[in-house]
C-alpha cells in the first residue's frame, strides 16, 4: 500500500459539522472521515480507517503532494469555517470547508477559489458506504452527480466537468485568480428526489455568522483565550442538537497506541463526562447547552436505576453492539476496527456519582431543584446503598476481572453526599438525609481505610493493590478530601513519581500479560488525567507546576487548536480518538481555575469567596452577569 492511499497523521485533521455530524478534513484536502446522516451513522468515508477505496473526498492541486509547495490553513475566526491555501509554482488557491447548520438534510459544502496565479485542480471523490464495504451506482448529469446503495444517496453539484474512473468521480480543471468552484454534497434518502443546491457563497457566510454569534457567549477572561474558545466550539460540534447530547469523539478505533488493539467506538456520550462537561459549559457561558446536555442526561437514565448504562446512543439508544469491520485495515494497521461498543453492557460504579453530581451543580447553577429530577435521584441513592459494596469494571472499561476500585467507591460516596447537600440546599425535597449522611460516612471510612496503602504512601487503583491510578486525582476535585490532606498530597507526587511518561500522566501501568485491564499492549498518555494533575497541583499550592504543566498541553494540540484522547510521548503524535470532548472539556475547567476566576461557586474545596452574594444570584447568574453577555435572560427561555 503506497503511503499516499493512507490516512494522515491525527493532528493533521480539522473537524467541520452541523451538530448533526462532523466530518474530518486532512491537511491534504481530503475529507478522510464522515458519517452520515448522524455521527453514529455508518461512514461514506472511511479512509481513515483504511486507504483511498474505503472512501474520501479530496480536492487540491494536481499533481500534490509533490507540486504543492507550502500549506496554510485556518478557522475563520471563532468558528467551524476551515479555510486551506495551497502554494504552487504557477499560483496560490484557497478550499473554504463547511457544514451548514441543517434544516433537512446534511450539506458539505467546499468552495475553490484562485487567490493568485493560476492552479490546476484535481478532484477525487470516491463514496463507499457502509464503513467502506459498499460501492454505490452512480449516475451524472450536467451539474449533478448521484451515487446510490440500498436506503443511501447523496448528491454532488457542481460546475465542472465529472467522469468516471476506476469507481471513482474525478475533475481537473484550473482555477484563476478570483475564480471560485462551488461543491456541494447533500445526502438524502435513496426513494427521494436529491434536494436543490445551496448557494455556496451564502452558505459559508451563514456558517461563519451561526459560529461567530455563538462564541459571543463565551465568558472566559484569560491568557489562554483561543485555547478555551476553541474547545468550546469542538465542544459544541460533538453535540446533538436535537437532543442536547454530546459524542465523546467524532471517530471510532482511532488507536491508543500505533499498531495495538485498543480501538473502541467512542460516537456515544458517556454518562462519565456528564458533572465536568456540564461545569465547562457553565463555566464558559453556555447555561443553554449546559441545561440541554442535563436534560438528555434525564431523558437517558430514566426508568430502572438498576440498568442504568455508563454511555448512551446521541438520542438516549441503549443498544450499542459492538461489532467488527473485518474488511477494514484500521488507522495504520490497527485492528481491529470496531463499530459499537459492549462496555455500555459494564456495571461502573461511578457513573451514579457522575449522574447525582451533574444534577446537583445544574440545580445549583439554577437556585431551584425539579422534582421530578429529585424522585430519580432517590431511586439511583436506593440502588448505591446496596450496589456500592460490590466490585466493578471501574472508570476505564477494563476488560478484565472486576475489582473494588478506588475511584468507584470514591464516586459512590459522591453519589450519596450530593443526594444530602440537596437536601440540605433545598429543604422543600424530602429525603432520609440521617440515613444518607450515615451511609456517606461508611463509604468514606471504607475508603479511607482500604484504598490507601501504606506501603505505597498513595490511594491506589483498587483495594489491595500496589498499582496507582489517575483516577484518584479526582478526589480532591469531588470533594472527597481536601487538597490540604497529607494523603492527597502524598497521593498526587505518587502519581508524579508512577505515572508520568516524558511529562505526562498514564492513565495506569499496563502490562504484556493483560493482567490489569483484560488487553496487550501499551498505550499512549491520556490528555484529561495530565489535565487533572494541573488542577490539583494548583489546588495543593504548586501553581508554578501547574501552569507548566497546563502549557505544555495545550502545546499538543495541533495548529487548529484541537486535542485527541491521548498522546504517545515516545512517537510525538496523538493517538486516540479525535477530537476528543473529554481533553478539551478538562482543558477548560484547568483553564478556568488557573486564572482564578471561576464563576462556581466552591463546592469542594472552600477556598475561594462568593463575588456577589446578593439573594436569588445564584454562582453562574452572577458570572453572566458581570461578563455582560445577557446570558441570564436566555435562561429563560428567550431565543438566541
Given at each position: 500500500?503506497?503511503?499516499?492511499?493512507m490516512?494522515?497523521?491525527?493532528?493533521?485533521?480539522?473537524?467541520?459539522?452541523?451538530?448533526?455530524?462532523?466530518?474530518?478534513?486532512?491537511?491534504?484536502?481530503?475529507?478522510?472521515?464522515?458519517?452520515?446522516?448522524?455521527f453514529?451513522?455508518?461512514?461514506?468515508?472511511?479512509?481513515?480507517?483504511?486507504h483511498?477505496n474505503?472512501?474520501?473526498?479530496?480536492?487540491?492541486?494536481?499533481?500534490?503532494?509533490?507540486?504543492?509547495?507550502?500549506?496554510?490553513?485556518?478557522?475563520?475566526?471563532?468558528?467551524?469555517?476551515?479555510?486551506?491555501?495551497?502554494?504552487?509554482?504557477?499560483?496560490?488557491?484557497?478550499?473554504?470547508?463547511?457544514?451548514?447548520?441543517?434544516?433537512?438534510?446534511p450539506?458539505?459544502?467546499?468552495?475553490?477559489?484562485?487567490?493568485?496565479?493560476?492552479?490546476?485542480?484535481?478532484?477525487?471523490?470516491?463514496?463507499?458506504?457502509?464503513?467502506?464495504?459498499?460501492?454505490?451506482?452512480?449516475?451524472?448529469?450536467?451539474g449533478?452527480?448521484?451515487?446510490?446503495?440500498?436506503?443511501?444517496?447523496?448528491?454532488?453539484?457542481?460546475?465542472?466537468?465529472?467522469?468516471?474512473?476506476?469507481?471513482?468521480?474525478?475533475?481537473?480543471?484550473?482555477?484563476?485568480?478570483?475564480?471560485?468552484?462551488?461543491?456541494?454534497?447533500?445526502?438524502?434518502?435513496?426513494?427521494?428526489?436529491?434536494?436543490?443546491?445551496?448557494?455556496?457563497w451564502?452558505?459559508?457566510?451563514?456558517?461563519?455568522?451561526?459560529?461567530?454569534?455563538?462564541?459571543?457567549?463565551?465568558?472566559?477572561?484569560?491568557?489562554?483565550?483561543?485555547?478555551?474558545?476553541?474547545?468550546?466550539?469542538?465542544?459544541?460540534?460533538?453535540?446533538?442538537?436535537?437532543?442536547?447530547?454530546?459524542?465523546?469523539?467524532?471517530?471510532?478505533?482511532?488507536?491508543?497506541?500505533?499498531?495495538?488493539?485498543?480501538?473502541?467506538?467512542?460516537?456515544?456520550?458517556?454518562?462519565?463526562?456528564?458533572?465536568?462537561?456540564?461545569?465547562?459549559?457553565?463555566?464558559?457561558?453556555?447555561?443553554?447547552?449546559?441545561?440541554?446536555?442535563?436534560?438528555?442526561?434525564?431523558?437517558?437514565?430514566?426508568?430502572?436505576?438498576s440498568?442504568?448504562?455508563?454511555?448512551?446512543?446521541?438520542?438516549?439508544?441503549?443498544?450499542?453492539?459492538?461489532?467488527e469491520?473485518?474488511?477494514?485495515?484500521?488507522?495504520?494497521?490497527?485492528?481491529?476496527?470496531?463499530?459499537?461498543?459492549?462496555?455500555?453492557?459494564q456495571?461502573?460504579?461511578?457513573?451514579?456519582?457522575e449522574?447525582?453530581?451533574?444534577?446537583?451543580?445544574?440545580?445549583?447553577?439554577?437556585?431551584?431543584?425539579?422534582?421530578?429530577?429529585?424522585?430519580?435521584?432517590?431511586?439511583?441513592?436506593?440502588?448505591?446503598?446496596?450496589?456500592?459494596?460490590?466490585?466493578?469494571?471501574?472508570?476505564?472499561?477494563?476488560?478484565?476481572?472486576?475489582?473494588?476500585f478506588?475511584?468507584?467507591?470514591?464516586?459512590?460516596?459522591?453519589?450519596?453526599?450530593?443526594?444530602?447537600?440537596i437536601?440540605e440546599?433545598?429543604?422543600?425535597?424530602?429525603?432520609?438525609?440521617?440515613?444518607?449522611?450515615?451511609?456517606?460516612?461508611?463509604?468514606?471510612?471504607?475508603?479511607?481505610?482500604?484504598?490507601?496503602?501504606?506501603?505505597?504512601?498513595?490511594?491506589?487503583?483498587?483495594?489491595?493493590?500496589?498499582?496507582?491510578?489517575?483516577?484518584?486525582?479526582?478526589?480532591?476535585?469531588?470533594?472527597?478530601?481536601?487538597?490540604?490532606?497529607?494523603?492527597?498530597?502524598?497521593?498526587?507526587?505518587?502519581?508524579?513519581?508512577?505515572?508520568?511518561?516524558?511529562?505526562?500522566?498514564?492513565?495506569y501501568?499496563?502490562?504484556?500479560?493483560?493482567?490489569v485491564?483484560?488487553?496487550?499492549?501499551?498505550?499512549?498518555?491520556?490528555?484529561?488525567?495530565?489535565?487533572?494533575?494541573?488542577?490539583?497541583?494548583?489546588?495543593?499550592?504548586?501553581?508554578?507546576?501547574?501552569?507548566?504543566?497546563?502549557?505544555?498541553?495545550?502545546?499538543?494540540?495541533?495548529?487548529?487548536?484541537?486535542?485527541?484522547?491521548?498522546?504517545?510521548?515516545?512517537?510525538?503524535?496523538m493517538?486516540?480518538?479525535?477530537?476528543?470532548?473529554?481533553?478539551?472539556?478538562?482543558?477548560?475547567?484547568?483553564?478556568?481555575?488557573?486564572?482564578g476566576?471561576d464563576?462556581?461557586?466552591?463546592?469542594?474545596?472552600g477556598?475561594?469567596?462568593?463575588?456577589?452574594?446578593?439573594?436569588?444570584?445564584?454562582?453562574?447568574?452572577?458570572?453572566?452577569?458581570?461578563?455582560?453577555?445577557?446570558?441570564?435572560?436566555?435562561?429563560?427561555?428567550?431565543?438566541?
Open positions: 500500500m503506497k503511503n499516499e492511499e490516512s494522515q497523521r491525527i493532528e493533521d485533521y480539522a473537524i467541520i459539522g452541523d451538530l448533526h455530524t462532523a466530518a474530518l478534513v486532512g491537511r491534504d484536502g481530503s475529507i478522510d472521515w464522515l458519517c452520515l446522516p448522524h453514529d451513522s455508518p461512514a461514506c468515508f472511511a479512509r481513515l480507517l483504511g483511498k474505503h472512501g474520501f473526498w479530496q480536492i487540491a492541486p494536481a499533481g500534490a503532494p509533490k507540486s504543492v509547495l507550502a500549506t496554510r490553513r485556518w478557522y475563520r475566526p471563532d468558528s467551524l469555517v476551515l479555510e486551506t491555501e495551497f502554494d504552487t509554482p504557477t499560483g496560490t488557491v484557497r478550499v473554504t470547508d463547511c457544514m451548514p447548520n441543517r434544516d433537512n438534510h450539506h458539505l459544502v467546499r468552495s475553490v477559489e484562485g487567490v493568485s496565479g493560476t492552479v490546476d485542480m484535481h478532484m477525487e471523490l470516491v463514496v463507499r458506504y457502509d464503513y467502506g464495504d459498499v460501492l454505490p451506482w452512480a449516475t451524472s448529469n450536467e449533478l452527480t448521484r451515487l446510490t446503495a440500498g436506503p443511501d444517496s447523496v448528491a454532488l453539484w457542481h460546475r465542472v466537468e465529472i467522469v468516471g474512473e476506476d469507481l471513482k468521480s474525478v475533475s481537473d480543471f484550473p482555477v484563476t485568480e478570483r475564480q471560485r468552484y462551488p461543491f456541494t454534497l447533500v445526502w438524502y434518502p435513496s426513494h427521494e428526489e436529491p434536494p436543490p443546491p445551496l448557494d455556496s451564502y452558505a459559508v457566510h451563514l456558517t461563519e455568522a451561526f459560529w461567530t454569534e455563538w462564541a459571543l457567549s463565551c465568558c472566559y477572561e484569560g491568557p489562554y483565550r483561543d485555547a478555551v474558545m476553541r474547545s468550546l466550539i469542538t465542544l459544541k460540534a460533538l453535540s446533538y442538537e436535537p437532543t442536547g447530547g454530546i459524542v465523546a469523539a467524532a471517530t471510532t478505533s482511532l488507536p491508543e497506541a500505533l499498531g495495538g488493539n485498543r480501538n473502541w467506538d467512542y460516537r456515544y456520550c458517556w454518562l462519565r463526562d456528564a458533572t465536568m462537561t456540564l461545569e465547562a459549559l457553565m463555566r464558559g457561558g453556555y447555561f443553554n447547552e449546559a441545561m440541554s446536555w442535563r436534560d438528555w442526561l434525564l431523558r437517558a437514565v430514566a426508568g430502572d436505576v440498568k442504568l448504562q455508563i454511555m448512551y446512543g446521541a438520542a438516549g439508544e441503549r443498544r450499542l453492539d459492538e461489532w469491520a473485518s474488511w477494514l485495515p484500521g488507522y495504520e494497521n490497527s485492528t481491529p476496527v470496531r463499530i459499537g461498543n459492549a462496555a455500555s453492557e456495571y461502573q460504579l461511578d457513573v451514579y456519582g449522574v447525582m453530581s451533574a444534577l446537583y451543580s445544574s440545580a445549583r447553577s439554577q437556585g431551584v431543584h425539579s422534582v421530578a429530577a429529585w424522585a430519580l435521584q432517590v431511586q439511583l441513592i436506593k440502588f448505591i446503598e446496596k450496589g456500592w459494596t460490590q466490585p466493578d469494571d471501574g472508570i476505564w472499561e477494563v476488560r478484565g476481572p472486576r475489582r473494588h478506588t475511584h468507584s467507591k470514591v464516586m459512590a460516596w459522591v453519589a450519596v453526599d450530593r443526594a444530602v447537600r437536601l440546599e433545598f429543604p422543600e425535597l424530602k429525603g432520609p438525609i440521617d440515613k444518607w449522611r450515615s451511609l456517606r460516612d461508611d463509604i468514606h471510612a471504607e475508603v479511607c481505610e482500604k484504598g490507601f496503602n501504606q506501603d505505597v504512601g498513595a490511594f491506589t487503583q483498587y483495594y489491595g493493590s500496589d498499582q496507582l491510578d489517575a483516577s484518584i486525582l479526582m478526589m480532591p476535585l469531588v470533594g472527597f478530601l481536601p487538597a490540604s490532606d497529607a494523603r492527597v498530597v502524598s497521593t498526587v507526587e505518587a502519581v508524579q513519581r508512577e505515572l508520568m511518561d516524558h511529562g505526562f500522566v498514564l492513565r501501568r499496563t502490562s504484556d500479560d493483560g493482567a485491564d483484560g488487553l496487550t499492549g501499551r498505550e499512549g498518555a491520556f490528555l484529561a488525567c495530565s489535565f487533572w494533575l494541573v488542577d490539583c497541583l494548583h489546588m495543593i499550592g504548586r501553581e508554578e507546576e501547574a501552569v507548566e504543566l497546563f502549557e505544555r498541553l495545550i502545546a499538543l494540540s495541533n495548529d487548529l487548536g484541537l486535542l485527541s484522547e491521548e498522546y504517545d510521548p515516545l512517537a510525538g503524535r493517538v486516540g480518538n479525535f477530537p476528543q470532548a473529554f481533553s478539551h472539556v478538562s482543558l477548560i475547567n484547568s483553564a478556568f481555575r488557573l486564572t476566576k464563576p462556581l461557586t466552591p463546592v469542594y474545596d477556598t475561594a469567596t462568593a463575588i456577589d452574594t446578593r439573594p436569588g444570584m445564584t454562582p453562574v447568574m452572577r458570572h453572566f452577569k458581570r461578563a455582560g453577555r445577557g446570558a441570564v435572560k436566555r435562561r429563560s427561555g428567550a431565543a438566541r
